[in-house]
């Protein structure tokens, strides 16, 4: 049951909340939510965007305060047969109420120095109230496992919370400089601080048996399924140490040449009523008919289910562990740096062209155990590998009038190149394709004070099958932004945007094993995957001396 827990981690560990790659966040201002496409930015978020477009603001000091409120709905459906109902709709919640981006820029001359301040990866809590199916799907397998066991039950449920957060915050720093009016260039480096959080429980797991055999309160009614697992483990260790006594307590009487009497009339051959008691429900509980065999007969099935009984007795205390209450709280950090590089071209004063290359970010995660809660599943100190990959971004503004701004950008995020799977000793080919991110906006002014915008972004991804679960995935998506910039005074600009996200549906087909064993019966399972995300952005920027 511990597996239930172990596989949302990677919930938070992977996996790009808001628009972005895989595990890059890519909205990072109040501008960018309502054009959708700043890759060629010469304005105050260029800090991020596009560092050699800074030194086209001009001489003097700027600042930009920037917010997006975010909330991200993940709905799964899976037709797994044991879950009740199935087919069964999952349905996750993530959520962002502060999602902050700070820049600042300082030009004087051919100078630019700049800083910015993001989550450049996370930036949410995630809350799981009922689950997930690799959740349920587990406790629902005890059902079919005993009955394979012919133990008879009518139900199951558990009490399962699993709460989270991630967060990548970036702390970047950039120097630009001007060679000439057509061109301009920068270099960076962003210092990535990651932390992922684990809190939750997977308790009360219950079953509804019908098996008196383990005890008159297993007859009937919901019981914590540890009790049940625990109680029978004590009655098959009973009944093998039964099996082997009377395996050697009855050779004596074979050796007699009492074997072919029959156990019925045990009390010939020295038997007490209660001996012959005890014989004939070891031999039914080893499945078979007491009636008519004899006592040799008896010795001989007693001989093979003494073994089978300690196998048993084994197999059901170790599941009495695993589905006892299990809690969680952990948390993973490390740091990381990312070289950037940009340049900016301006042809005339109506094409702006930005190219920037952030390098790939190493990132080693260690783990710390709090209350040595671990789930089962974090040991102190341990590392997981979770690097950023590389990113190239293009853009283009052109102003065919001087009203109109028209933009257009193209990212390409190198995942191929990036080990997904976390781990270093293991090789998961999760990645078929680079991650592309392709796009248009438009911006009119209809008055010197008052701009309104409107865009729209895609993505295709690239992962294949191996990557997809409902703990984490991905899909090719639209996003469309809008809102307006208000100039409220020479110093001070309001930008208000909002942003919606669609994503393609993923359909994954897969065999599910009983207790995740091939050696149990398989199921053919179907899940779809889907997933909304909408945000609200608000930014004030400010202008201080200068031009």
């Known amino acids: 049951m511990r597996k239930i827990l172990t596989s949302v981690t990677t919930v938070l560990i992977s996996g790009s909340l808001f628009a972005g790659g895989l595990v890059t966040n890519n909205n990072q201002s109040a501008m960018y939510t309502r054009l959708q496409n700043r890759n060629a930015s010469t304005d105050i978020d260029a800090v991020y965007f596009n560092p050699a477009g800074l030194t086209k603001l001009g001489d003097g000091l700027y600042v930009s305060i920037n917010n997006q409120t975010i909330t991200q709905t993940k709905t799964i459906t899976s037709n797994y047969e044991h879950l009740n109902p199935h087919p069964k709709e999952f349905i996750g919640n993530v959520s962002a109420p502060i999602y902050p981006g700070v820049y600042v820029a300082f030009n004087t001359g051919k100078f630019s120095f700049s800083a910015g301040f993001n989550p450049v990866g996370g930036g949410g809590g995630a809350t799981y109230d009922k689950g997930l199916p690799s959740f349920e799907m587990q406790v629902a397998?005890?059902?079919?496992?005993?009955?394979?066991?012919?133990?008879?039950?009518?139900?199951?449920?558990?009490?399962?919370?699993?709460?989270?957060?991630?967060?990548?915050?970036?702390?970047?720093?950039?120097?630009?400089?001007?060679?000439?009016?057509?061109?301009?260039?920068?270099?960076?480096?962003?210092?990535?601080?990651?932390?992922?959080?684990?809190?939750?429980?997977?308790?009360?797991?219950?079953?509804?048996?019908?098996?008196?055999?383990?005890?008159?309160?297993?007859?009937?009614?919901?019981?914590?399924?540890?009790?049940?697992?625990?109680?029978?483990?004590?009655?098959?260790?009973?009944?093998?140490?039964?099996?082997?006594?009377?395996?050697?307590?009855?050779?004596?009487?074979?050796?007699?040449?009492?074997?072919?009497?029959?156990?019925?009339?045990?009390?010939?051959?020295?038997?007490?009523?209660?001996?012959?008691?005890?014989?004939q429900t070891i031999v039914g509980a080893a499945g078979q008919d007491p009636t008519g065999i004899s006592i040799a007969q008896a010795q001989a099935i007693m001989g093979v289910a003494a073994p089978q009984f300690t196998a048993k007795?084994?197999?059901?205390?170790?599941?009495?562990?695993?589905?006892?209450?299990?809690?969680?709280?952990?948390?993973?950090?490390?740091?990381?740096?990312?070289?950037?590089?940009?340049?900016?071209?301006?042809?005339?004063?109506?094409?702006?062209?930005?190219?920037?290359?952030?390098?790939?970010?190493?990132?080693?995660?260690?783990?710390?155990?709090?209350?040595?809660?671990?789930?089962?599943?974090?040991?102190?100190?341990?590392?997981?590998?979770?690097?950023?990959?590389?990113?190239?971004?293009?853009?283009?503004?052109?102003?065919?009038?001087?009203?109109?701004?028209?933009?257009?950008?193209?990212?390409?995020?190198?995942?191929?190149?990036?080990?997904?799977?976390?781990?270093?000793?293991?090789?998961?080919?999760?990645?078929?394709?680079?991650?592309?991110?392709?796009?248009?906006?438009?911006?009119y002014a209809i008055t010197e004070k008052l701009r309104i915008s409107a865009g729209w972004v895609a993505t295709?991804?690239?992962?294949?099958?191996?990557?997809?679960?409902?703990?984490?995935?991905?899909?090719?998506?639209?996003s469309f932004g809008g809102g307006f910039g208000y100039r409220i005074s020479p110093m001070i600009d309001l930008n208000l945007g909002g942003q919606y996200t669609s994503y393609d549906t993923y359909s994954k087909e897969f065999t599910h094993y009983l207790n995740n064993n091939p050696m149990y019966p398989g199921s053919p399972v179907t899940e779809n995957y889907a997933k909304k995300t909408w945000l609200v952005a608000l930014g004030l920027n400010f202008h201080f001396g200068g031009n």
């Open 460 to 478: 295709s991804t690239g992962v294949n099958d191996k990557y997809q679960s409902d703990m984490t995935y991905s899909t090719n998506t639209n």
């Open 313 to 443: 007795s084994n197999t059901m205390a170790a599941t009495a562990s695993a589905t006892g209450d299990t809690y969680v709280d952990a948390e993973e950090t490390g740091t990381g740096y990312t070289p950037i590089l940009s340049v900016n071209i301006s042809p005339s004063d109506k094409l702006n062209i930005a190219v920037k290359y952030e390098f790939q970010t190493k990132l080693e995660l260690t783990t710390k155990v709090f209350d040595n809660k671990s789930g089962g599943i974090f040991i102190n100190d341990t590392k997981v590998v979770a690097d950023m990959p590389a990113l190239l971004t293009v853009g283009v503004d052109v102003k065919p009038i001087d009203k109109l701004k028209l933009s257009a950008s193209f990212n390409t995020y190198f995942d191929k190149k990036v080990d997904y799977d976390g781990s270093e000793a293991i090789d998961i080919n999760m990645i078929d394709n680079n991650f592309m991110e392709y796009g248009l906006g438009a911006e």
């Open 141 to 279: 397998d005890l059902l079919p496992l005993l009955a394979l066991q012919g133990i008879p039950t009518t139900g199951s449920s558990a009490d399962i919370f699993f709460e989270g957060t991630s967060v990548y915050f970036g702390y970047q720093a950039n120097v630009g400089y001007k060679i000439n009016d057509m061109i301009s260039v920068a270099a960076g480096v962003r210092l990535v601080s990651a932390k992922n959080t684990y809190n939750g429980y997977l308790k009360n797991i219950s079953i509804n048996p019908n098996y008196p055999a383990f005890g008159a309160a297993y007859t009937g009614g919901m019981v914590h399924a540890s009790d049940f697992f625990t109680s029978g483990a004590a009655t098959l260790a009973t009944l093998a140490t039964g099996a082997n006594a009377y395996y050697t307590g009855l050779q004596p009487i074979i050796d007699g040449g009492g074997g072919s009497i029959p156990l019925s009339n045990g009390t010939a051959a020295g038997l007490t009523a209660e001996q012959i008691t005890q014989i």
